[in-house]
């Protein structure tokens, strides 16, 4: 089986953001293929599998329990399961990254920061 979607078809209501659910496509991985605002980026939240980010354009800072990495253009990040993280845009321009689920679910579970 081959299924073809275009990134337009994905993007979340009003935001350049594209939303994959890999089991809605017939795939075991899932993705977010952001394009996020100088300054923007999800709150502290975790999942119960590991995420990896590819930096396709930009700065990003990544904030893992008590550990922040920094990373540009190029770059490929991963964090476990079950860590808490967060990324911020770093940058002076849009920041592009896929965000790579392991799981054809995308479940993330928010945190209080502190």
């Not at 078809?9 to 994959?20: I, N, Q, V």
Request: charged share 20%.
């Amino acid at each position: 089986m081959i299924t073809v979607t275009q990134r337009s078809e994905l993007l979340l209501l009003g935001s350049p953001t594209a939303k994959f659910i890999g089991s809605e496509h017939g795939a075991d991985v899932s993705f977010f293929w952001v394009d996020t605002a100088p300054g923007k980026g999800p709150d502290l939240h975790w999942h119960p599998y590991t995420e990896t980010w590819i930096v396709l354009s930009g700065h990003v800072r990544i904030d893992v329990d008590d550990e922040t990495v920094t990373a540009e253009t190029g770059a490929v990040v991963t964090v476990g399961a079950e860590t808490v993280h967060r990324f911020r845009n770093i940058g002076t321009e849009n920041l592009k990254m896929v965000c790579i689920h392991a799981s054809p679910e995308i479940i993330q579970e928010f945190v209080a920061a502190g």
